[in-house]
């Protein structure tokens, strides 16, 4: 394997440490072949929003193995997961189910080409939306008309077609709207960022964009893949109240397994094939060991307080870091909302790529070691945000805190 991996950020690189291995998770916990104990805030980067494990997504996934993996043919288990994602997501009509949040930002674009019958399609630095080649692509700032493959094997005529505007900027997307007048299929965006660590949008952005958009009868993607039922059980479109024309789901949706959804209005999603002539398919698609495991995490998603108990502990973990960080003079933003946050080395506020770029990278390497070294696993990279999950207890939290302020001393 390239790299020793199967997903580059895998690797430690941008830690420059040796990654460990992992032989099994339990709750709020994964456990390296040495038998190490770490509290995990990775959860496999969001999908694990109940923890490792749970007993009812274990169970409903064993009985599924027991009656067949896959069989290439409708069954009911993906008819009950389309009603209960149709039924949480006021935006979607009608949804298709894919295998990767990958593969649901394509055939979310192609749709959007195809509906608008225009090729451009515009996009926010710092999101992230799969490793598709139109989302591979380096605009820099402000330069809309210089986009660049991001990296090579992504031809420069492909990445042309995909242009950018600053996140949080909305006069930045109305100025590329107005140079490329009637040929924009489709604005993405990740409604709350959380692949240049945790960006929140500010008041208005989200609902501005959705009237660019319209005045420019061009289609609003929201890449939900992260935020879908993470945030709240509609999406990060339901705190926001902005509705977009197609969603991107993945992550949580699949339950822990490769199962992701693109889902949108009626007339936009009648374009698929075998209804339409938009073509997408896929052998494993909606199998029956994700969609089960997609449906027990989802009904657990709607207990009780579920929702407000994460918020409760994230809070609890925002707070402890901050104080930490303020007793050992540590610089330090946290940006939040529910279970989803990310610490950035500095004082500023953090609202779009530029300003993440700004945090201390060194820092954040000494932190991160020093964590993992104590038990703690955060993600291996300053650009990516921690997951809390149900699993979670106020104990966990209260020992990362205190690890945590143990490691901003040594710093
Ligand atoms: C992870 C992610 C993707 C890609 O999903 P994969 O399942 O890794 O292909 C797309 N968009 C966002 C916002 C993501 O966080």
Not at 42 to 52: D, F, R, Y
Not at 206 to 215: A, E, V
Not at 296 to 305: D, E, F, I, V
Request: glycine share 8%; charged share 20%; net charge positive.
């Amino acid at each position: 394997m390239p790299g020793g991996v199967n997903s580059p950020v895998r690797a430690f690189g941008s830690v420059e440490k040796t990654p460990v291995f992992i032989a099994r998770g339990k709750g709020s916990k994964i456990y390296d072949i040495a038998g190490n104990e770490y509290i995990d805030y990775v959860c496999s980067w969001g999908p694990l929003i109940a923890g490792h494990c749970h007993p009812k997504v274990v169970s409903a996934v064993n009985a599924a193995a027991k009656r067949g993996t896959s069989f290439g043919a409708p069954t009911i288990a993906e008819t009950e997961l389309a009603e209960m994602i149709c039924s949480a997501f006021d935006s979607i009509d009608k949804v298709r189910l894919v295998s990767s949040g990958t593969e649901a930002v394509m055939t979310a674009v192609r749709l959007a080409r195809a509906f608008t019958d225009r090729k451009y399609i515009l996009k926010m630095e710092g999101c992230y939306h799969g490793h598709s080649d139109s989302m591979l692509v380096n605009a820099g700032s402000g330069s809309a008309e210089f986009s660049k493959p991001l990296c090579p094997g992504v031809p420069k005529e492909i990445a042309s077609l995909t242009l950018a505007a600053e996140y949080n900027n909305i006069d930045s997307a109305a100025k590329v709207f107005d140079k490329y007048k009637n040929e924009i299929a489709c604005c993405i965006i990740e409604p709350v960022a959380a692949n240049m660590g945790v960006v929140l949008p500010k008041a208005g952005y989200l609902q501005s964009l959705r009237k660019l958009c319209d005045n420019n009868k061009s289609l609003l993607i929201f890449d939900e893949v992260i935020t879908g039922f993470r945030l709240y059980y509609g999406g990060a479109q339901k705190i926001f109240n902005v509705r977009p024309d197609i969603t991107c789901l993945g992550k949580i949706v699949g339950g822990g397994l490769p199962c992701a959804a693109v889902g949108g209005r009626a007339e936009i999603m009648n374009l698929l094939a075998p209804i339409g002539s938009v073509y997408q398919a896929g052998t494993l698609s909606g199998n029956p060991l994700a969609t089960t495991a997609s449906i027990a995490t989802l009904k657990l998603l709607k207990t009780k307080n579920f929702y407000s108990k994460l918020e409760e502990n994230s809070k609890f973990l925002e707070k402890g870091l901050l104080s930490a960080a303020k007793k050992t003079n540590i610089p330090m933003t946290i940006n939040r909302i529910g279970s989803l946050m990310s610490c950035f080395f500095t004082k500023n506020r953090v609202e779009n790529f530029e300003d993440a770029k700004t945090a201390n990278v060194k820092l954040f390497k000494t932190f991160f070691a020093g964590m993992l070294e104590r038990g703690v696993y955060l993600a291996p990279s300053p650009f990516e945000a921690m997951f809390v999950s149900a699993a979670h207890s106020k104990k966990d939290i209260a020992k990362t805190i205190f690890t945590a302020q143990n490691v901003f001393g040594k710093l």
